[in-house]
């Protein structure tokens, strides 16, 4: 039960909206008769719906962010955000570039930039808000009206904002050449680091006053602590440094990515891409990391699959990622443990705003902002993922471990989405019990986390049984060591090489479809063609499992055979539910016995005589002169081998030199078995 997730990356032109779109796999136990869905690690419990309950990385469900949900209009996208003083929220969007204010549960239009997106907010000289756009500009948000500010004609895109009190300067973080510059209240600029990069897409004010900034492509954490002083914090090794926060002790967060191919959005060839369509899935790989405040780098996660868009520190002093591709938000306890403290239904995280007056997790695509309300609430429920069984089942008891007061339901399909042919909800089960949805291909099972904030689930079980369907046996395979295998479209060649029989073992091989994975039973047996009684191959207690068997046929007269293979799920099943299916295969030719050489002759260079087997055909009859180890291909005297006695009558003037030579012909049957015979010439 495994998730897998993809990413983006910024482009040179534009680090567009991270949206990309998750999949996952369910597995089960081994199919042997009843078996169960079980949960009880932390990637068993994701893939479906948590409301108000966190998951953690070791596999326990409890109380999570309670979210309210607030959608914004007339916008996908919001790409940044800043909370006030006086409890609003500017948000800064993509498509058009505008910015709204949130607050007390409305969302109202206050300014347009005319650019793309509104790449950063920051709140600096008393209470002004500036705000940047990719196209170079800043704009300065006053008393409610937005002004144009300044014009950067070195980094046309600008990507980061940070305002530091002390300096009352605002630093500016751009690209396509990898510039950081600091800009005064009056507007002017100086360059304050060239990056040999070409984006700097993040910024941060380290406790001693230092600037941090996050570069793209190569995903590293530089320090400028002043003119010409410039060091690397960190080389994530990947492609951008998404974010960067400080804790409460000083430590420098930072999440960065990895993501190797950019996904097609719209693009304008004058400026930045658009961020209007939907990107494709390429795959993405997220990292945080925490620097001590001396200077000790540790990495807390690490995830192969899935990209991290926000970053906060929240007042607990723990580290809070958003994600993309489903929009998850992860709280982070300590090296490799985290928890699942939302799942909402948008694509991505642009923003957490967890420490503001009115805590808030902003989504994109669709544009939602979620006020946070507390912890848990009687609304917590955690849903599971649509669980398969891969034909209709029958389910057993619902079981679980707890503790604290859960309520348990379930309900069952035959879609893969749930939709109104599904069953409703069933009752409440407070105890485990018997699952009383019906029969059903798919299932889902939901806990609803009543009047008890503090209970923790940690396992879930539900045995199934399903509708028992019999496996077929599609083909069988007869080989020797030495033998012909058909091509494609039948053809067995009769020509050559061709190695000897090493022995007279067959090798017997089956192609089975079983559809519900039971552990079958195989019974081989064989007959001669032209009679009617099977012989069993295996003792009677043997039991055959595998799909291959091999046959010893020193014992047996020559001649042309049939096997029988029956394929019984007896093993997985009561005696009531058994179900068989059988096979023959071609004729199967036993053959331990050489074909014999006659009338073997060498008039001068024509070599002539005849093979004779006694099942036939003749499969291959070649000459060679002693000493020189080639041998040289001969065919019948009516060209074909088709027959069990071949006459053959050769000029072998291009290969016999002359004088007297010894010459040596070797021939083949059927089943591979050679003879070799020698005649000097006369």
């Not at 990719?134 to 940070?162: H, M, N, S, Y």
């Not at 069988?476 to 090493?502: K, L, N, Q, Y």
């Not at 002359?658 to 591979?672: E, I, M, N």
Request: proline share 5%; net charge negative; with cysteine.
């Amino acid at each position: 039960m495994v998730s897998k997730v993809a990413f983006l990356r910024p482009s040179r032109r534009l680090a567009s909206c991270m949206l990309l779109a998750l999949g996952f796999t369910a597995a089960v136990a081994q199919a042997v008769g009843t078996r169960r869905f079980v949960l009880e690690q932390g990637a068993d419990f994701r893939g479906g719906d948590l409301t108000g309950v966190a998951v953690d990385s070791t596999g326990k469900v409890r109380a999570g962010f309670d979210l309210g949900k607030q959608a914004v209009e007339a916008t996908d996208i919001l790409y940044s955000s800043l909370s006030r003083p006086d409890g609003s929220v500017l948000l800064g969007t993509g498509n058009e570039g505008k910015i709204y204010e949130w607050k007390a549960g409305q969302t109202r239009l206050i300014a347009e930039t005319g650019g793309l997106l509104v790449s950063s907010l920051v709140e600096a000289w008393g209470g002004v808000v500036v705000a940047s756009i990719p196209d170079g500009k800043l704009w300065k948000l006053e008393q409610g009206k937005l002004t144009p500010f300044v014009t950067l004609t070195e980094g046309e895109q600008i990507w980061a904002l940070a305002f530091d009190v002390k300096t009352s300067q605002l630093h500016v973080a751009t690209g396509p050449n990898g510039k950081l510059f600091r800009v005064d209240r009056a507007g002017h600029i100086e360059l304050e680091f060239d990056a040999p990069e070409p984006h700097l897409v993040s910024l941060a004010l380290a406790a001693d006053g230092a600037v941090l900034a996050g570069s793209s492509d190569k995903a590293r954490l530089y320090k400028i602590s002043g003119p010409g002083r410039v060091s690397v914090l960190y080389d994530f090794g990947r492609t951008e440094v998404r974010a960067i926060a400080i804790g409460l002790k000083g430590e420098v967060f930072a999440i960065a990515n990895d993501v190797r191919s950019a996904p097609s959005v719209g693009r304008r060839t004058d400026g930045p891409a658009s961020s209007a369509s939907a990107p494709s899935k390429p795959k993405g790989r997220g990292t945080l990391l925490r620097i001590s405040a001396a200077g000790m780098p540790e990495i807390l996660l690490d995830d192969d699959e899935e990209h991290f868009t926000s970053l906060v520190i929240g007042r607990d002093g723990l580290a809070y990622v958003g994600t993309g591709v489903e929009g998850r938000v992860y709280r982070v306890e300590d090296v490799r443990r985290s928890v699942l403290v939302a799942d909402t239904e948008e694509r991505q995280i642009t923003s957490l705003g967890l420490t503001a007056s009115q805590p808030f997790v902003l989504g994109s695509d669709p544009a939602v902002v979620h006020p946070l309300r507390g912890l848990g609430g009687d609304g917590a429920v955690w849903t599971s993922k649509v669980f398969d069984a891969g034909l209709r089942a029958q389910f057993g008891r619902l079981d679980w471990n707890a503790t604290g007061a859960l309520e348990f339901s379930t309900r069952s399909g035959n879609t893969r989405e749930p939709d109104e042919t599904w069953s409703a909800w069933s009752a409440a089960l407070k105890a485990p019990a018997k699952v009383t949805s019906p029969s059903a291909r798919f299932v889902q099972i939901r806990a609803r986390f009543v009047r008890d904030g503090s209970a923790v689930l940690s396992r879930v079980e539900l045995p199934f049984v399903t509708d028992n369907q019999r496996a077929v046996l599609t083909k069988i395979d007869v080989s020797s060591p030495g033998s012909e295998r058909a091509s494609g479209d039948g053809i067995v060649a009769s020509g050559g090489p061709i190695s000897p029989r090493t022995g007279t073992e067959l090798s017997l091989d089956w192609s089975v479809e079983n559809p519900d994975r039971d552990q079958l039973r195989y019974r081989v047996a064989y007959k001669m063609v032209g009679t009617d009684d099977w012989v069993e191959l295996l003792p009677p207690n043997e039991v055959l499992s595998k799909t291959s068997y091999k046959w010893d046929t020193a014992s047996l007269p020559e001649g042309r055979y049939r096997i029988r293979v029956i394929a019984s799920d007896e093993n997985a099943n009561p005696p009531g539910r058994v179900t068989r299916h059988e096979l023959e295969s071609g004729v199967v030719l036993v053959d331990n016995v050489a074909p014999v050489i006659e009338g073997l002759a060498l008039d001068g260079r024509r070599l002539h005589g005849r093979v004779v087997d006694g099942l036939g055909p003749i499969q291959r009859i070649e000459a060679s002169v002693i000493g020189t180890n080639d041998w040289i291909p001969i065919f019948p005297t009516d060209s074909i081998f088709d027959e069990p006695v071949e006459e053959f009558d050769v000029d072998l003037s291009s290969v016999v030199p002359p004088g007297k030579r010894l010459v040596s012909v070797r021939a083949y049957d059927g089943a591979s078995n050679v003879v070799v015979r020698s005649v000097f010439a006369r």
